[in-house]
């Protein structure tokens, strides 16, 4: 079964609840989304690179209650899939996302070649 992603309205909604004004949910929401499969011709790894990101920050997170499936909101990138490697991998990763969000820290990550967040630095 392919892992769930959070829809595009998730953040117009928690901007929207949070702040009580539509027009800020709209200029605030990020608008893009990690490739799909069909974008990227076929196997997202073929991508073959890494890229270093730095000086960002998190609007958002994302979880369901399916193993190993937590997502960021990255301000100007969008969601972003943390590393689904490990148990330990994905837990540590949710919480540097959670206080980042919390904090508004800056944040450098590295993200993989499969387009998985697999290492975060929050400053």
């Known amino acids: 079964m392919p892992d769930t992603q959070p829809s595009k309205d998730v953040l117009a909604v928690a901007s929207t609840s949070s702040s009580g004004g539509a027009a800020v949910a709209a200029t605030a929401a990020p608008t893009a989304e990690p490739p799909t499969s069909a974008q990227t011709g076929g196997d997202t790894g073929t991508i073959g690179a890494t890229v270093w990101v730095n000086g960002k920050k998190i609007n958002a997170l994302w979880a369901i209650n399916e193993n190993r499936n937590s997502w960021v909101s990255v301000a ?6 943390l590393a689904n490697n490990s148990d330990t991998a994905i837990v540590a ?11 508004q820290g800056i944040v450098n990550y590295r ?9 975060m630095y929050v400053w």
Do not use: F, P
Request: glycine share 12%.
């Open 76 to 81: 100007g990138v969008g969601w972003v899939k």
């Open 93 to 103: 990763l949710t919480m540097l996302g959670a206080n980042a969000r919390q904090t």
């Open 111 to 119: 993200q993989e070649s499969d387009n998985m967040l697999h290492e």
